[in-house]
């Protein structure tokens, strides 16, 4: 099973930037769909943005749209989420997910492996 380990979070100001990390282990990596999802406190986990297995196609919420880029890098078997003019109502705990499949999908029940969360707060 892959285990995936989140990184890169913190307290950051309106308008500002930050690079989620997100790394795994196994040698299974390369062939799955990757996803980011956040969840705010008293809301439910929503996504936010996926990646194919080969970095060639990407998903994101319209919430996110022009904000922030998912990238992957299959040799260090590691996800990136580059999160760009942050909103106060991005904060929330940002978790990545290992996809069921190769070719990604914006529904939880498509990923079948999370990491423990890194927390992002944008303050006003």
């Known amino acids: 099973q892959v285990q995936l380990v989140e990184s890169g979070g913190g307290l950051v100001q309106a308008g500002g930037s930050l690079r989620l990390s997100c790394s795994a282990s196994?040698?299974?990596?390369?062939?799955?769909?990757m996803g980011w999802f956040r969840q705010a406190p008293g809301k439910e986990r929503e996504f936010v943005a996926a990646?194919?297995?080969?970095?060639?196609?990407?998903y994101s919420a319209d919430s996110v749209k022009g904000r922030f880029i998912i990238s992957r890098d299959n040799a260090k078997n590691t996800v990136y989420l580059q999160m760009s003019s942050l909103k106060p109502e991005d904060t929330g705990v940002y978790y990545c997910?290992?996809?069921?499949?190769?070719?990604?999908?914006?529904?939880?029940?498509?990923?079948?492996?999370w990491g423990q969360g890194t927390q992002v707060t944008v303050s006003s």
């Open positions: 997910g290992k996809g069921r499949d190769s070719s990604g999908s914006s529904g939880r029940d498509s990923y079948d492996s």
């Open positions: 990646i194919n297995w080969s970095g060639a196609s990407t």
């Open positions: 196994g040698r299974t990596f390369s062939g799955y769909a």
